[in-house]
């Protein structure tokens, strides 16, 4: 049972959100090339250890975010907004 | 074993008799008791037969890590089984048996497969027949399959029952600054500590009562009730007959708590049991030791069990379990049961295996340089074998006359919660036990779980761990506390004796079981647990494990640390599944989802169905119908005349902002960006790797205002691309989107005599004719009772068509508008079925074929895709392997002879060549009123084209039935769409 | 064992304002304004004033709650007042039942606080309004949903 620090709604269940992917991700412009979409879609790292993940407070305030997390120890390190004027919109 | 009730003593309630059942027989006991206590005391000295070798086993300990008497308490639907009758709260009509035995625990006709033990050692199950001695010529005979389903049924524990449970279950939720787990002395007084202090702080206890050992303690009752006492005035929630069965992510601990199965008629508005999720700022696990026993020979008689356990059975129940008492000890804990079996009347002699033992209590008799080797009597011990050690291990001493024989052999710290937490245990030689390590998290151990013996500073202990879960810094008293060293001992082999000594008797792992996987080559203890079962039962080896791990040790020639653990995961004991599952049962299982003019569907004589979440209108039957004649009717009315159908559950969203065109030409692959206010456009989007996600139309209501719709159950799925899109990718569009599904009650109006169907019920001066409202086209409304709304005319029949949107609690009244001017002009109300049949007839795709699979062009909509703008999708669809000719397509099919029909779901390949996945598969079927056959649609190989001339054939393996088909064009009726304009 | 009253409101208003991110100070000025308070509330806040009470619901958004004017330009305004149910519950036993429904501090909620959560597998909205606590729950979960809390009730009104 992760608990996420939503920065609107404070500490939350993680049944409250949906994992989005992984958030070091940069999608091209849409009408950039087959290979570099294909590298964005399908390429990962996978990493053992701390990622970048995007997660969805679905049931929450719905907003997207941008969370660091150790996947091996579940330790979280900071959640922000996705969405770069939320997060000063927040403060 | 002769037990007997003592006079007096205990803290059970001797004016409050309580009546039980016991194998049908009517038995007695007291207010306090557990069903063990009572046992012991109504002189039922085997109340259970083991796993495999269906051995008589007794009571063999005071708590959770009982292992020989496991019962089945309840009857009928709520019979449990596996039950531990040392944990089981007496009540009044308590209903209790004997499990894994027949005709029952006493007598059982399964202790013949004891003759054949030798047969039965571990890993047997995966040997026997399959080709070792001495049954190799079974391999392959499938004989293994017949003996196994044997074994199965001579094998097991207790049997569970087939009925429903009748129960209620609840889950709740709970915070608090600090989770106390165990109320003995260390957890009493952690908890106390903490909530005088000022933190907020519940306290978990699996007993019935608070306390803990002190309970087990006359001496230390008045102080006991003192500290509840003061814990009451310091506010601590206290929490009985509740199990923290995990320790989780982030401080949460899972609590099971036992609501009415101590009541006799609990009130049935109340849950059997409560799971609780606690997010705690910091734990305490004060969850104590479990005292260890030793692996001899016949030590799992009835008449065997833990020293403390005999002491709790006579002080804290008044029960006195045997008359001549013999304990086998290696460290000072023996010292204090044997004073109290003594001092209620036993004839108690101890065996210390050290040289230098305590003095004897009063009443005692010690002899220092003695253990036990062997315990004797069928159904109860009824005299023991000495045993002194000698150069390469021990031999024999002479025989003891005894009814009772104590083990005490150290203790192990409960350290369950930490190791869900990764918390390792490291073994202590001084204290020949596992004691836990750090935690990273906000996680103390406190008391004996910390390895700490002694009561006085086991109170110290939680106080200390209290503070350090407060945040400040307190030195944790050192482990350990007895005065003179304890002789480590996990066996007793004399030569000559080949009896069972068993490790695990949950399970019937014997000693040499452990020397029989390491024969085997399974020198690492996951394989060693796995392959024996070893801790795999009830008990997660609780009681097995540390001489489990010792035997392996020396047969691996090392010490016992390295060795390894196997790590211990929740629940720490048994969970009942319906306890999880709390209130989420039955149709309850998942939300229902219904419409606004859900009661009006019911009050108008709809049969319903599930469609996802939503409960929506399947057909309405008329008198005499069934399902079959009711859709064709409905289909046909429709085409004919006019039909009313319920599309309130497609999902909508609100896209609203000065962006919120360009937004939509980017996510749909067909352009938005110039559709006119008051028009609505069919539009595809495609997932990132190009496939098809959804559809839906969107209408534009103003320049800067949106109306999307999307399939019924893709509704959720689309809201959060949408939000992912703006918020992660596209930020600096202005746009907000918002689910307004629950908004609207909205009906599709279909047929001929659609238009002068809605005529009817607007208000006056409004005018929806092909002029004012063409093919498309969409626009305010307003009914004849006032109500506004939107109309909009679109078709998914093929129909001349509208769907009309009003606010959600004005639906029933539009459809009391608009039903009886459709019934009048001859018109039906129709459902799913219908609506199926003439979207099948017109080619029209839904989520039975866009299934996540299929990509634009697969499904016949290429054309679709713009030329002229990027959209999501557009990029990775053009993929060569996405862009075959043989990909499957879109086509319709017509049985060959036009009388039979055939399934969805069919593979549909080429005559002859039935292999594989086939060529394509068929999406969806109906009776065609239209055409006057059955009909589908599916997905084929290179699509009509390929197959011009060609038959293919509909293939059911799994249900029956080959159906030889046409491929045709999935536009089966009115290809042109001529009668959706004008 | 405790009291607990369980009801439905009838028919309330309810008109969903978002804001721009680069305008937020304006947007919850006009927000105020309709609703006569003088600040907009902040996260997980609420305020009331005569023209109806304001819910911080969202980063950007706020629920309006209200008898019927129409809202400022500017802003995305959308009709959710049929879209959703609204129901009070309220007594001494209100705590213990939602213990059980929400995953949330609900002792830690101040009057006026507002939170969003999941709930038997359905979205809802909680505020604790000055007469009572209020659960606001999508119109197609709500008939389900009402069963689960006079469930609940009835276990709170026997006892634990």
Known sequence: MIRLDCPFCGTRDHAEFAYGGDGSVTYPPLDAPTGAWHDAVFLRDNPKGRVVETWHHLHGCRMWLRVERDTVTHEVFSVRPAHPGLAEALE | ?982 | MAEVTVSEIAAPRLTQIAAWPDALAEAGSAVAALAGVEAAPGPGLSATGPGGTLLRVEPLKWWWLHDGTAAPDGLAVVDLSAARVHVALSGPGARDVLARLVPLDVDGMAEGAVASTLSHHTSVTLWRAPEAWRLIVPRSYAADYRAMIDATAATVRVGS
Request: proline residues 5%; charged residues 25%; contains cysteine.
């Open chain 2, 1 to 982: 074993m002769t037990a007997r009730r003592l006079d007096a003593g205990g803290r059970i309630d001797r004016t409050r008799r309580i009546r039980f059942a016991w194998d049908g027989a009517e038995a007695r006991g007291f207010a306090g008791d557990t069903l063990a206590s009572a046992l012991m005391a109504s002189g039922h000295p085997v109340v259970g037969r083991s796993f495999k070798y269906h051995r008589p086993r007794g009571i063999m300990s005071a708590g959770v890590e009982e292992s020989g008497a496991i019962v089945t308490v309840g009857e009928g639907a709520r019979a449990e089984p596996n039950v531990k009758a040392t944990a089981q709260e007496l009540y009044e009509g308590l209903s209790a048996r004997g499990q894994n035995a027949w005709p029952n625990v006493r007598w059982d006709a399964g202790s013949v497969s004891g003759l054949f033990g030798r047969f039965f050692a571990a890993g047997f199950y995966y040997k026997t027949f399959m080709g070792l001695p001495p049954f190799e010529w079974g391999r392959g005979t499938g004989l293994w399959m017949r003996y196994e389903a044997l074994i199965r049924r001579a094998a097991g524990m207790g049997a569970a029952s087939r009925e429903p449970d009748p129960d209620a279950y609840e889950t709740a939720h709970a915070r608090c600054d600090v989770l106390v787990v165990g109320s003995g002395p260390a957890g009493l007084r952690a908890a106390l500590t903490a909530a005088e202090a000022g933190r907020d702080v519940i306290l978990v206890e699996q007993d019935f009562e608070l306390g803990g050992d002190l309970l087990s303690d006359p001496s230390e009752w008045a102080a006991r009730d003192e500290m509840v006492a003061a814990l009451e005035k310091a506010g601590v929630r206290v929490m009985l007959r509740t199990t923290a069965f995990g320790l989780y992510d982030h401080g949460v601990a899972g609590l099971v708590e036992r609501v009415t199965d101590h009541l006799a008629a609990p009130d049935p508005a109340l849950p059997r049991q409560r799971v609780w999720t606690v997010r705690a700022g910091a734990t305490v696990v004060a969850t104590g030791a479990l005292e260890r026993t030793v692996a001899f020979a016949g030590n799992d008689r009835p008449g065997v069990m833990t020293a403390q356990a005999a002491a709790t059975y006579a002080t804290r129940f008044g029960v006195l379990p045997g008359e001549r008492v013999v304990i086998a000890a290696n460290n000072d804990s023996a010292y204090g049961p044997a004073a109290v079996l003594a001092g209620a009347g036993a004839e108690v002699t101890v065996l210390d295996l050290r040289d230098a033992p305590p003095d004897a209590p009063d009443g005692v008799t010690v002899r220092a340089g003695r253990t036990v080797a062997e315990a004797h009597g069928a159904r109860g011990v009824t005299r023991v074998r000495m045993a002194r050690p000698v150069r390469d291990g021990f031999a024999g001493a002479g025989w003891l006359d005894c009814d009772l024989l104590c083990m005490a052999a150290g203790w192990t710290p409960v350290v369950n919660l930490g190791s869900h937490r990764d918390v390792r245990a490291t073994w202590d030689a001084g204290l020949a036990t596992f004691l836990p390590g750090p935690s990273r998290e906000a996680l103390h151990f406190a008391g004996a779980a910390a390895g700490v013996w002694d009561r006085a500073r086991c109170a110290a202990s939680g106080e200390a761990a209290a503070k350090r879960a407060m945040g400040e810094a307190a030195p944790a008293p050192e482990p350990g506390g007895w005065e003179r060293p304890i002789a480590p001992l996990y066996e007793v082999r004399v030569p000559d004796v080949t009896r069972k000594s068993f490790v695990d008797p949950q399970h019937d792992v014997t000693a040499s079981d452990v020397r029989l996987a390491h024969r085997e080559g399974f020198v690492s203890v996951e394989h060693l647990k796995r392959y024996t079962t070893l801790g795999m039962a009830t008990d997660q080896g609780k009681v097995g494990n540390v001489i489990g791990l010792a035997l392996m040790a020396e047969a691996l020639g090392r010490e016992i640390p390295a060795v390894g653990t196997t790590r211990f995961r929740p629940p720490y004991t048994p969970v009942s599944i319906g306890a999880l599952a709390g209130r989420s049962v039955g149709t309850h299982f998942r939300p229902t989802r219904r419409t606004p003019l859900h009661d009006w569907n019911l009050a108008h004589g709809a049969t319903m169905t599930d469609a996802g979440l939503w409960r929506r209108p399947w057909f309405y039957p008329r008198a005499g119908e069934g399902i079959a004649e009711a859709y064709v009717r409905e289909a046909a009315t429709v085409r004919e005349a006019v039909g009313i159908c319920d599309v309130s559950s497609l999902g909508k969203i609100a896209v609203q902002g000065p962006d919120a065109a360009e937004f939509l030409n980017r996510v749909y692959v067909n352009g938005f960006l110039k559709l006119p206010i008051g028009k609505a456009r069919y539009g595809v989007m495609l997932r990132d790797d190009g496939f098809v996600m959804d559809d839906g139309t969107t209408w534009r209501l103003g320049e800067e205002e949106f109306l999307m719709t999307t399939t019924t159950t893709g509704a959720g799925r689309v809201m959060v691309w949408l939000e992912e899109l703006l918020q992660t990718r596209w930020p600096e569009l202005r746009v907000h989107v918002a689910s307004t599904t629950d908004a609207w009650a909205s009906v599709s109006v279909a047929g001929p005599r659609s238009r002068e169907t809605i005529e009817a019920c607007l208000a006056d001066g409004s005018d929806i004719s092909d002029a004012a409202l063409p093919f498309m086209g969409v626009a305010r409304m307003r009914l004849a009772n006032g109500t506004e709304g939107w109309i909009a005319r679109i078709s998914f029949s093929g129909e001349r068509a509208f769907e009309l949107f009003v606010p959600a609690l004005d639906g029933p009244g539009m459809m009391d508008l608009l039903w009886p001017e459709a019934e009048r002009r001859g018109g039906c109300l129709y459902g799913l079925e219908a609506l199926g049949t003439l979207r099948i007839e017109k080619g029209h795709v839904t989520g039975a074929e866009l299934d996540g699979r299929v990509t634009l062009d697969d499904a016949g909509l290429g054309r679709m895709a713009s030329t002229k703008k990027a959209f999501v999708g557009d990029a990775l669809r053009r993929r060569s392997e996405l862009e075959r000719d043989d990909r499957p397509r879109l086509v319709g099919l017509f049985p060959k002879d036009r009388s039979a029909t055939f399934k969805a779901g069919s593979i549909l390949h080429a005559p002859g060549e039935a292999e594989g996945m086939g060529a394509g598969w068929v999406t969806a079927v109906t009776h065609s009123p239209a055409l006057g056959h059955w009909i589908g649609l599916g997905f084929i190989s290179g699509g009509a084209a390929a197959w011009d001339g060609r038959p293919a054939v509909a293939d059911d393996p799994t249900r029956g039935g080959s159906c030889e088909v046409e491929v045709v064009s999935p536009h089966m009726f009115d290809a042109d769409g001529g009668r959706m304009r004008g």
